[in-house]
């Protein structure tokens, strides 16, 4: 897009009206019909105390019930342990190959582990897998001590993270999940929230290799890491994300999978069994990709806009615009009447410009989150005017 000062911000909002709609795909598996309009996002009941279903590239929450309850988070709070490591490494703050030396309290940590020794020496890598795959307490302990220099150091980045990532009902205490020892406060956090954070998590494609990985060697085989997430391999695209377990927090899970290209990111907490976590995530991610229908919205270049937009210094006044590109949206079923479109264009555009200039944006929204974009081009080249027409332009 050329640079120009927007001197004024002209947004033009109007009701997109779709007359066709692609075939709506399969008949749902195990959460019968879907809900009537106005009871969007869906409020499902299960065998959870909370749960959440949302489009990992908008954002836009599928289905809902408690999701902004507090609860304990388990071992899913190691998400934001993975997530920090990664992100210092993308930062160039850590390497994988980076040695990193078990301390005493890394060694002690109880619950999953893979029974580190005060003294040893493993990677960045080797424990990030141990973290992701097995869920050892003590590998995060060990990544936590090396990153920040203590846990009570990284507790403090990992809620500094969670308030920049929009987490407004997380607390974090612990880097690992476990239930708090005496005098100590429990992590809080609720379904949205690890949502939002499991969203940022997947951005990155080695914590979805790890998460979606059944088995995996560690010191060299004599130990093997077991993923305890049961719907690896056994949910058509699923490639993680992360289980928890303690007894105040239930059996947990933070789920995502891909089918047809979208990907979808569930969290159900407070469940009363191994196999209901596995079940109510099946259900509600089914649920969720049978929500879908592909909405076509721009066909391409057509007919220019109803409003020409003004030129500045060139040889003539104005200019037509269009959109500049086909765009097809995915939308909740019976939503489609409900998208709104977003005119982004400046209030005047300065000459020259070739034909097919980007001058701005055609945004297609749902709820205030935004669904796809295109660009708006010019559709003819504007010369930069003499001074007559300087003066009269």
């Not at 195990?30 to 908008?58: H, M, N």
């Not at 796809?372 to 081009?377: E, I, M, N, Q």
Request: contains cysteine.
């Amino acid at each position: 897009m050329q640079k120009t000062e927007l001197l004024e911000s002209r947004s033009l909002r109007v009701f997109v009206t779709v007359l066709t709609c692609l075939l709506l795909g399969s008949s749902l598996a195990a959460a019968g019909d879907l809900p009537a309009e106005d009871t969007f996002p869906a409020r499902l009941e299960g065998k959870f105390k909370s749960a959440i279903v949302v489009d990992a590239e908008t954002g836009l929450t599928l289905v809902a019930n408690n999701e902004d309850v507090r609860r304990p988070p388990a071992s899913m709070l190691k998400m934001m342990t993975e997530l920090l490591v990664l992100e210092h490494i993308a930062d160039g703050d850590l390497s994988f190959d980076e040695t990193v030396k078990v301390s005493a309290k890394a060694s002690r940590m109880g619950g999953s582990q893979v029974y580190l020794k005060h003294g040893e020496e493993f990677t960045v890598e080797q424990l990030l897998m141990a973290l992701a795959i097995h869920s050892a307490n003590d590998a995060a302990t060990a990544l936590a001590e090396h990153l920040a220099g203590s846990t009570d150091a990284f507790v403090d980045l990992m809620n500094i993270r969670a308030r920049e990532l929009g987490m407004t009902n997380t607390e974090f205490h612990s880097v690992h999940g476990l239930p708090p020892a005496w005098k100590q406060s429990s992590d809080m956090t609720t379904a949205r929230d690890l949502a939002t954070l499991a969203r940022e998590l997947v951005q990155h494609p080695q914590a979805l290799e790890w998460a979606s990985t059944k088995t995996a060697p560690f010191r060299d085989g004599k130990f093997i890491l077991y993923n305890p997430n049961k719907l690896v391999g056994n949910y058509r695209g699923l490639d993680g994300l992360k289980t928890g377990y303690t007894g105040a927090a239930g059996f947990c899970v933070t789920a995502t999978a891909v089918q047809k290209g979208k990907r979808l990111i569930s969290v159900v907490m407070g469940c009363p069994a191994d196999k209901d976590r596995a079940n109510e995530t099946t259900r509600l991610l089914t649920y969720g990709f049978n929500m879908y229908t592909r909405v076509p919205v721009f066909a391409g270049a057509g007919d220019p806009l109803a409003e020409p937009l003004k030129v500045k210094g060139g040889k003539q006044k104005t200019v037509e615009v269009t959109y500049g590109e086909s765009l097809t949206v995915s939308v909740p079923r019976n939503r489609e009447q409900d998208l709104e479109l977003d005119i982004q264009l400046p209030s005047e555009f300065p000459a020259p410009f070739a034909a097919g200039a980007e001058v701005g944006r055609a945004v297609v929204n749902l709820d205030g989150v935004e669904l796809g974009s295109v660009p708006l081009v010019t559709t003819e080249a504007v010369a930069k005017g003499n001074w007559w027409n300087r003066l009269l332009n």
